[in-house]
């Protein structure tokens, strides 16, 4: 049985038996202070009240009644209908957070936690890790930057599909991100100058094998004892502005990167939907506003405070390595073709083989040793004359004679 004035627990019934013998005198209050495992103090407050109350005197006053602490109930109702309304799926740290500064209740992510679960509208979720070696961080922010792209439903189907190119320092767990409609060559370079002008280069960039940052072309055997290496547009870039580039084998050895994905694909979603975000130019407006508060609390301080990123001079143009470049042979009527199209240079390369090269604003520039040469696309290719050629065939035809040829006519009067 339980109650409020009856002794429910073994504890209890042992505590009293030690308490009784004390009041008996068969032993010491100091004695009973060590068995019970409480100051002697403590020892004499319980004889007392033994004494008076007899054996409810080792019940504890507060049981059966509430802790003056205790969050009300028209509060518990509250705070699971603005979840229901508001923030279903959140996560209860997550709703915590927006409880509090959107609503003003302030509540423990614990205590939303037992009471989601006892409504029935969140469930306990067990993660399975597996064993692998914790590598450090880096001890600068700037000396490594993981990058990748997260192809989510940012918008929930509000707008169309993106994919967010984001960087994350190993050192400092600063992140620098950007909305693009895919995940390729130019969204990569653009994602990069943008961090480069705001941070700096990093020393290395930690990369998955992507096509868009590791080239999967084969080569021949002959090729492979030459030593050649195929790189991507990227990989090519990053090359000459001296980033060292590192591909991981596994999503588990780039964890940083993708433990970030599942944050904002679960806070950043949510406050895109209380903020009724619909088109990618609204997203990457309020991305940085985002960064800003996600940096301050989710950020950690590196063990060296200096920073390794490195600042270009005003005058470097980084759009002339941030760019797709690719090499073509001129003909002799000084033209070249490029992707399915023919253009004609109006003066003079000085050299057979010229520079094609896509810019990130999406212009085209050829270039012959270092200047820019100009050229006009070519619409209309000339027409070739048409050339009839001689059936041979019918020189091994019979000829027949007409319908109203006088030899039918003959023919058919013999005949008859």
């Known amino acids: 049985m339980t109650g409020k004035g009856i002794i429910v627990s073994i504890r209890e019934l042992s505590r009293l038996k030690t308490i009784q013998e004390a009041i008996e005198r068969h032993i010491t209050q100091k004695t009973a202070s060590r068995t019970i495992g409480i100051s002697e103090r403590q020892v004499r407050r319980i004889v007392r009240e033994v004494r008076e109350r007899g054996e409810k005197g080792i019940i504890h006053k507060a049981r059966g009644k509430s802790s003056p602490k205790k969050i009300p109930v028209k509060t518990r109702e509250k705070v699971l209908k603005l979840y229901r309304d508001q923030y279903p799926g959140f996560g209860p740290t997550f709703a915590a957070e927006k409880l509090f500064e959107v609503d003003g209740i302030r509540l423990s992510k614990e205590t939303l936690r037992k009471w989601l679960i006892e409504a029935g509208i969140w469930s306990a979720k067990r993660k399975k890790s597996l064993h692998r070696n914790w590598r450090p961080r880096k001890e600068r922010f700037g000396e490594m930057a993981q990058l990748d792209g997260s192809h989510h439903d940012w918008l929930e189907g509000r707008g169309p599909e993106l994919v967010l190119m984001a960087y994350i320092d190993d050192a400092t767990n600063n ?201 006009q696309e070519i619409t209309e290719r000339p027409k070739k004359p048409e050339v009839h050629h001689f059936d041979r065939r019918k020189l091994n035809r019979l000829a027949q004679p007409a319908k109203n040829h006088p030899w039918r006519n003959l023919y058919y009067k013999e005949t008859l």
């Open 175 to 375: 992140v620098f991100g950007r909305f693009y409609d895919h995940e390729g060559t130019m969204p990569a370079m653009t994602s990069f100058k943008k961090y480069t002008n705001k941070h700096g280069l990093p020393l290395s960039v930690y990369l998955d094998r992507h096509s868009t940052y590791k080239a999967k072309k084969k080569f021949t055997p002959w090729e492979d004892i030459e030593g050649k290496e195929s790189m991507t547009q990227f990989e090519r870039a990053l090359g000459e502005l001296g980033v060292k580039v590192i591909h991981a084998y596994s999503p588990q050895a780039k964890g940083r990167v993708e433990r970030l994905f599942g944050t904002l694909q679960d806070r950043l979603v949510k406050e895109m939907r209380l903020r009724n975000i619909k088109t990618s130019a609204e997203a990457n407006n309020y991305l940085p506003k985002y960064l800003l508060t996600h940096n301050k609390k989710f950020s950690v301080c590196p063990a060296n405070t200096s920073n390794a990123h490195i600042r270009l001079p005003k005058d470097f143009d980084l759009d002339s390595v941030l760019c797709i470049k690719n090499y073509r042979t001129v003909k002799n009527d000084n033209t070249i073709g490029y992707k399915g199209k023919l253009y004609q240079l109006l003066e003079d390369a000085g050299v057979k083989r010229i520079t094609v090269r896509e810019n990130l604003d999406g212009s085209m520039q050829l270039l012959g040793k270092e200047n820019s040469l100009k050229y």
